[in-house]
Nanobody, 123 residues
């Protein structure tokens, strides 16, 4: 499975961005998907996850109420809507696919990773 993340950019604090992650395989419909991020000098951390149907989601405390994960299985795409962005949201954002099982917040639970897209939030 190939994952292609897009939508990153340079924005100001308070702005919004929507990231997208397109999967190359139709079996995407059965995968749990996650978004992670890695800021300079820090370890990669969990941001959000969504199950195969979109009926179950999970968020890191730091983004709850500001970010929304969703998916369009007809388009093999998962989205991350990011509102009220803060400078501390600056990071490379990665999407990941989990072939079996429900959503997880641990990196090792995911089988495939995209290449990452840079999000920079200026103050």
């Amino acid at each position: 499975v190939q994952l292609q993340a897009s939508g990153g950019g340079l924005v100001q604090a308070g702005d919004s961005l929507r990231l997208a992650c397109a999967a190359s395989r139709r079996t995407f419909n059965s995968y749990a998907m996650g978004w992670f991020r890695q800021a300079p000098g820090k370890e990669r951390e969990f941001v959000a996850a969504i199950n195969w149907s979109g009926g179950n989601t999970d968020y890191a405390d730091s983004v709850k109420g500001r970010f929304t994960i969703s998916r369009d299985n007809a388009k093999n795409t998962v989205y991350l809507q990011m509102n009220s962005l803060k400078p501390e949201d600056t990071a490379v954002y990665y999407c990941a696919a989990r072939v079996w099982g429900e959503i997880q917040s641990f990196e090792y639970a995911y089988d495939y990773w995209g290449q990452g897209t840079q999000v920079t939030v200026s103050s």
